[in-house]
């Protein structure tokens, strides 16, 4: 009965999926009292979400309940905190909904591909009630937390619905970076007309998006452009949406008029994604790419990987490469062994000279007997000096030591080769790749 009334108010009201599944759908009802009736709105929807649902749906539901009840209740709503005092249990519910895609954004961040968990519902509901009503709901909106935790991809999902629903507003997203780069480039040309187009691009937007903002920090001009282009869109109503790794007042040396504008509307955090939403997020990528995985290996990835969705997908995206290259099943032990740079077991691995040996030997197909033999034909020389090279740049042994380690060579030898790789580093493209590439082999952090 409560779900034929939510479903009403939803047909009636043309409330979108996506709307209805993070705003109606987890809603219970509480109890009834007299002619109150007390609906339940999930923990982390917090007093913030508690708010907006009553501007929002209050009206609605209770006009679709007079009807369809014939009894004009007063709503009340409240959080299971509030809710224990009357009596409840709270229930929590994923969103899913289909959206479609827009350009200029990346179009696969949408609010349909973010997972949700409690580490994010918050700033997940915060960005889509701004999404709902840009300008309104809350300006600016100010997502926050740690690399890798789905900033980004909420920052699109807002531009990507809002786009949706209304194609002729004007979104721009852009990174911190590019915004940085467009101001430094207008006062390099030093002509008015450049200026002014900034303006004209950045203050006329109805949505601006600026991601990472911390990069904005000490570069003055920029802080500078960027401050009045807030207050010309603030005061015109248009809705400013921006991230970054830290809340304002961890800013330091931040200027504190722009400080205390990130204050003025919501601030939302995300944090990091617990077990079950890192198995989520895994499930639906495993999914999404039709990859074909034991539940042992995603258990495996989920359970090593804790701090950030960008490294839970690249270990995914490695099997997939590993997978699509040799064709074969992906075993457990083949995926602890793809991915054992990933996951490294506590501690980084030490660059020894014995680790850079083996890794040159690998790359350039010279097995370890050859590396330490006599040989000096340029296939065998070449690697041995790379290997002399780097064992001089990236330890702190000595010569003589990686002379004894390359079959006893007395440490002139090691210069000589150490030498030839340093010059042809400098002026040979070539060389530099190779060399950087295997550096990132022994090393990839
Ligand atoms: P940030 O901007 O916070 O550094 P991103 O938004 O770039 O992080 O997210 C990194 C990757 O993880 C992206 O590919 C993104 O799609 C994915 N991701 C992050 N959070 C989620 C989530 N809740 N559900 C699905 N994918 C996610
Ligand atoms: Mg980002």
Redesign the pocket.
């Known amino acids: 009965k409560w779900e034929d009334i939510l479903q009403t108010v939803k047909e009636e009201h043309e409330i979108t999926q996506i709307s209805f599944d993070t705003w109606l759908k987890p809603l219970e009802i509480c109890t009834v009292d007299d002619h109150k009736l007390y609906i339940l709105v999930p923990e982390e929807m917090n007093i913030t979400g508690l708010k907006y649902i009553t501007r929002r749906y209050e009206l609605p539901l209770k006009v679709t309940i007079a009807e369809m009840t014939g009894i004009e209740y007063e709503l009340v709503f409240v959080l299971p905190e509030e809710a224990k005092k009357l009596k409840t249990s709270p229930k929590k519910q994923p969103v899913t909904s289909e959206l479609a895609e827009r350009s200029n954004l990346n179009p696969s961040y949408t609010f349909d591909t973010f997972v949700v968990g409690s580490n994010n519902r918050f700033a997940q509901s915060a960005s889509l009630a701004v999404a709902e009503s840009p300008g309104e709901a809350y300006n600016p909106l100010y997502i926050y937390g740690g690399?890798?935790l789905g900033?980004?991809?909420l920052?699109h999902s807002i531009g990507n619905f809002i786009l949706e629903q209304n194609p002729d507003l004007r979104v721009l997203y852009v990174?911190s970076e590019e915004f940085t780069n467009e101001v430094i480039e207008s006062i390099r040309t030093g002509n008015a007309t450049a200026m002014t187009k900034l303006r004209e691009k950045y203050r006329t937007v109805d949505v601006l998006m600026i991601?990472?903002i911390q990069f904005i920090i000490g570069k003055e001009s920029t802080q500078e452009e960027f401050f009045h282009t807030f207050n010309v869109l603030h005061a015109a109503g248009k809705q400013i949406i921006l991230?970054s790794d830290k809340p304002p007042k961890e800013m330091e040396t931040l200027e504190e008029r722009i400080q205390s504008r990130f204050e003025w509307g919501l601030m939302a955090d995300i944090g990091v994604p617990d077990y079950e939403t890192r198995m989520a997020i895994l499930r639906r990528k495993v999914e999404a790419d039709e990859m074909d995985l034991s539940d042992d290996i995603l258990n495996y990835i989920a359970t090593n990987i804790k701090s950030n969705i960008r490294e839970l997908e690249g270990a995914l995206n490695k099997l997939l490469a590993y997978s699509n290259l040799v064709k074969t099943e992906i075993t457990m032990d083949i995926a602890m062994k793809e991915l054992q740079n990933i996951i490294t077991p506590d501690k980084p691995k030490e660059i020894t000279p014995q680790l850079i040996i083996e890794v040159v030997s690998e790359h350039c197909q010279i097995s370890l007997e050859q590396m330490i033999s006599k040989n000096r034909s340029s296939a065998v020389a070449r690697p041995r000096q790379i290997a002399m090279y780097l064992c001089k740049n990236m330890t702190n042994i000595p010569l003589e030591s990686i002379g004894k380690l390359l079959g006893g060579r007395d440490h002139t030898t090691i210069m000589h080769g150490v030498n030839k790789i340093t010059e042809e580093y400098e002026t040979n493209e070539n060389t530099r790749t190779l060399i950087e590439t295997i550096k990132k082999k022994i090393n990839p952090n």
């Open positions: 690399p890798g900033k980004t991809h920052m990174t991601d990472d991230t």
